[in-house]
């Protein structure tokens, strides 16, 4: 226990000096120094309750997925019925159900057999995702179950909050909070950026891009009145009747690309004009479709749809086979870039509104840093003044341990680039209660040993000994308890549960096995025949 080998002694040493350094960073971050730009600078970020921010709760509207199930599920019936040569009409999607009518009543059993694939088991509920009902012989109605519909708000929630995860990464921010809330709610909470309103103009827009053709043998004077011929719909212009254009157009209703199918979106500017635009890259089969949809309709005109709003409606004048295009639509710089954005991160399954909004000022935080390090000096001082009246020269290893432990923790955590946030502080002061209690057990460990009889270095290696075995015990059982409150906590709970990991991994660090160097040096070096304890 009390053998340390060169290797091992340089070896700690090392981690400890590279732990302790990467907090320096950290701490003349709180003071007017300033360290030179060519060294590496691990900070530890700070959170929304210590650094402001904003706050942004943003919420889903459920039919608005029942409406997506409804069209997704026209399109494939239409598709698969196509390729089964089973011809239908009378098709209608509206009022929260699909129905469409067998043109030939023999065929009602091979269309149920065609589209019964197209349904699925609603997760564990033990029923299916749509029903399927037969009217008046030959008039199928498919519509979506409740619990499909709930499995689909789930499943569209879930990507919704990686969407705006990319979404807030590509603004640069450092270690965002975005967690679901109930079953359809996200609360977004960026640290840093106090002005809310370009996150609400980030994430307000869903970025669902769209190439339809336009409906060429549509009537101006129908599209005006909102009447599309059969199988197509109006679309408003983004710009509806700037400069005295048109407010809308007709497009066709199914087919086309969408951009889902994207791989990159760029902001750059048009080199005749210098406007922004933004250079969107398909991927292979995006491109296929794009080449294809272009060379089939070449001299026909085709719209750049975003979110519900066209906005621009070009003219194919040859194929585009590069698997590239340029969105254009009147961009301002900062809305090119963040269209890039949005595009890059790729389409909100479903449209978020903001429900609540606050701007949190780093007035409070800072107050709140400055009590907490009051709380740690005050606590770290009461307890070196215990330690060293207590155990004299091995409370004396203890206090330096402690020192370290609490750097150490800082150089970690900047290292790995965590958030300290309010409740972190408090698991800050209470790693520094609890470090010190592993050399509490095993001073009083060595002390027992030599009431006992043993002779020094031997009191001291088995003190270590038998010690270790309980500190390792308890602390196993807290890092079981943290592990847990940061996988099912919500973001001041996991800040607290890192801290606590972090501090638990580094306090026995300190306490035990930097103790047990300096102790097991200074007995080869004094070779003392008692112990002042």
């Not at 089939?296 to 040859?318: H, R, T, W, Y």
């Not at 996991?494 to 097991?520: D, H, P, Q, Y």
Request: net charge neutral.
């Amino acid at each position: 226990m009390l053998e340390f080998p060169r290797w091992k002694v340089i070896w700690l040493w090392a981690l400890t000096l590279v732990c302790a350094l990467a907090a320096v960073p950290s701490l003349t971050s709180m003071t007017n120094i300033r360290l030179p730009a060519s060294l590496p600078q691990p900070k530890v970020n700070l959170g929304l309750d210590l650094a402001g921010g904003s706050h942004i709760l943003l919420e889903a509207d459920p039919s608005q997925v029942r409406q997506q199930r409804i069209e997704g599920m026209d399109e494939s019936v239409r598709g698969k019925l196509k390729a089964e040569n089973i011809r239908i009409s009378d098709i209608s999607n509206n009022n929260g159900a699909l129905s469409f009518l067998v043109e030939d009543p023999g065929k009602v059993d091979a269309v149920r057999e065609a589209i019964l694939p197209l349904t699925n088991g609603a997760g564990l509920t033990g029923k299916r995702d749509w029903t399927i009902t037969v009217a008046d012989g030959n008039r199928f109605v498919l519509t979506p179950t409740q619990e499909g519909i709930d499995q689909a708000v789930s499943q569209a929630m879930d990507t919704a909050v990686e969407v705006v995860r990319k979404r807030i990464d590509a603004l640069g921010t450092k270690e965002p909070t975005i967690i679901r809330q109930g079953a359809q709610r996200i609360v977004v909470q960026v640290p840093g950026l106090q002005d809310p309103q370009q996150l609400k103009n980030l994430l307000g827009q869903t970025a669902k891009l769209e190439f339809k053709l336009v409906d060429s043998t549509a009537l101006p004077s129908d599209v005006a009145r909102g009447i599309a011929p059969p199988g197509s719909e109006i679309v408003p212009y983004a710009n509806a009747g700037e400069g005295g254009g048109a407010p809308a157009i007709a497009v066709k209703r199914l087919g086309g690309i969408r951009g889902d199918e994207l791989t990159n979106a760029q902001m750059s500017n048009n080199q005749q004009t210098n406007e922004p635009v933004v250079n969107i890259t398909f991927n292979t089969e995006g491109g296929a479709k794009f080449a294809k949809l272009t060379t089939q309709n070449v001299g026909k005109p085709f719209a750049i749809i975003l979110d519900g709003k066209v906005l621009s409606a070009p003219n194919i004048n040859e194929p585009i086979l590069g698997g590239s295009a340029v969105i254009s639509g009147r961009f301002t710089t900062e809305s090119a870039n963040a269209l890039a954005i949005s595009l890059r991160s790729g389409a909100l399954p479903v449209d978020l509104k903001v429900v609540e909004e606050r701007t949190v000022g780093p007035d409070l935080g800072a107050d709140s840093i400055r009590k907490g390090m009051i709380a740690m000096g005050v606590g770290t001082l009461a307890l070196a003044v215990f330690i060293l009246v207590t155990y004299g020269r091995f409370g004396v290893y203890a206090c330096i341990a402690l020192v370290i432990n609490v750097l150490m923790i800082l150089g970690i955590m900047g290292l790995i680039g965590t958030t300290l946030t309010l409740p972190g502080i408090a698991g800050f002061v209470l790693t520094i209660g609890a470090a010190v209690d592993a050399n509490v057990l095993i001073n009083e460990r060595i002390r027992e040993e030599r009431h006992r009889g043993r002779r020094v270095v031997a009191a001291v290696e088995m003190g270590y000994k038998e010690a270790s075995r309980a500190i390792f015990d308890a602390n196993i059982t807290n890092v079981i308890a943290a592990a847990l409150m940061f996988a099912f906590g919500s973001g001041p709970v996991k800040g607290f549960a890192v801290v606590l990991m972090i501090g638990i991994a580094t306090s026995v660090f300190t306490a035990v096995t930097l103790t047990r160097l300096w102790v097991a040096q200074w007995l080869r070096r004094a070779r003392p025949v008692d112990l002042n304890l």
